[in-house]
């Protein structure tokens, strides 16, 4: 499966943003989904993860009450609302995917987007 994640941009703490991840392939709704992100000069991070049916999701307990991760299995596409952004959500955001089980570490999944930039300025 490809994917490709969008809707990053530059907004002000306290503001909100949309991500997408559209998968292309017949077998995106077998896929559980994750959001990782990488801040300059650290790992890549876990965000939130929703299982292929949408019935199990994770996040972090940082974006926990913020974001909210969903998907539409008949558009081929994985969303992460951000609200409430602050300074340390500003990294680059990627969209993974997975066939096994739903995890929360990146080397879990398989497939990888090519990451969506989100800046929060203070």
């Known amino acids: 499966v490809q994917l490709q994640a969008s809707g990053g941009g530059l907004v002000q703490a306290g503001g909100s943003l949309r991500l997408s991840c559209a998968a292309s392939?017949?077998?995106?709704?077998?896929?559980?989904m994750g959001w990782f992100r990488q801040a300059p000069g650290k790992e890549r991070d876990f965000v939130a993860a929703?299982?292929?049916?949408?019935?199990?999701?994770y996040y972090r307990d940082s974006v926990e009450g913020r974001f909210t991760i969903s998907r539409d299995n008949a558009k081929n596409t994985v969303y992460l609302q951000m609200n409430n952004l602050g300074p340390e959500d500003t990294a680059v955001y990627y969209c993974?995917?997975?066939?096994?089980?739903?995890?929360?570490?990146?080397?879990?999944?398989?497939?990888w987007g090519q990451g969506t930039l989100v800046t929060v300025s203070s």
């Open positions: 993974a995917a997975e066939s096994g089980s739903i995890g929360t570490i990146a080397a879990e999944y398989t497939y």
């Open positions: 392939g017949r077998t995106f709704s077998s896929y559980h």
């Open positions: 929703i299982s292929w049916s949408g019935g199990s999701i």
